[in-house]
């Protein structure tokens, strides 16, 4: 079956850079659907990072989309977060999962990954 | 930004009976409604797509309702692996922009 998997730093210091990759096994990310990064601070609700297709089409949420980029790796089958000059804020899961594409019809997320706890601590 | 508004923030609930949660938007999102069931320690899994479509696996006893700005997640018969924090997200863009969450219902037991 389909399943994603987090891998990264686990503490990374303010003003430096998160970097998450996802790895995606039995599916290939090229076959289609979209890929996103989803958010958790500690105790609070989700937020939307950004999603990508194959093709490296990305489309981040506005409110982080100066400090974001998502990139894919087909030969690798996965997927990446890059989120800049973090803060105290940025601390939380860090989650990535998949996301049916506009012929579907529908568009939520279907298949997420475990999550990684990431704390910008100093 | 469209905000997505749950109500209870808290449900209590004893087994074996009905819940009902509800998800309000600040303007209309269509049927572009999910909602997801999130346990402690884990990943959100997505119960129910379209506003009113069961994802795979999903048990008959979730059912969702809505259209517009009023939404509801349903679950009859609770069952003891049932009570957990429900997320909805709205999705009415597309290519993906702004999608956002409602902050959540804690379903616990009464």
């Known amino acids: 079956q389909v399943q994603l998997q987090e891998s990264g730093p686990g503490l990374v210091k303010p003003s430096e850079t998160l970097s998450l990759t996802c790895a995606v096994s039995?599916?290939?990310?090229?076959?289609?659907?979209?890929w996103g990064w989803i958010r958790q601070p500690p105790g609070n609700g989700l937020e939307w990072i950004g999603s990508i297709y194959h093709s490296g089409s990305t489309y981040y949420n506005p409110s982080l989309k100066s400090r974001v980029t998502i990139s894919v790796d087909t030969s690798k089958n996965q997927f990446s977060l890059n989120l800049s000059s973090v803060t105290a804020a940025d601390t939380a899961v860090y989650y990535c999962?998949?996301?049916?594409?506009?012929?579907?019809?529908?568009?939520?997320?279907?298949?997420w990954g475990q999550g990684t706890m990431v704390t910008v601590f100093s | 930004e469209i905000v997505m508004t749950q109500s209870p923030a808290t449900l209590s609930v004893s087994p074996g009976e009905g819940a009902t949660l509800s998800c309000r938007a600040s303007?209309?999102?269509?049927?572009?409604l999910a909602w997801y069931q999130q346990k402690p320690g884990q990943a959100p899994r997505l119960l129910i797509y379209g506003a009113s479509t069961r994802a795979t696996g999903i048990p008959a006893r979730f059912s969702g309702s809505g259209s517009g700005t009023e939404f509801t997640l349903t679950i009859s018969s609770l069952q003891s692996e049932d009570f957990a924090v429900y997320y909805c997200?709205?999705?009415?863009?597309?290519?993906?922009?702004?999608?956002?969450f409602g902050q959540g219902t804690k379903l616990e037991i009464k």
């Open positions: 997200q709205q999705y009415n863009n597309w290519p993906p922009s702004m999608y956002t």
């Open positions: 999962a998949r996301q049916p594409g506009y012929s579907s019809g529908w568009h939520a997320f279907d298949i």
């Open positions: 303007q209309s999102v269509s049927s572009n």
């Open positions: 039995g599916y290939s990310i090229s076959s289609g659907f979209y």
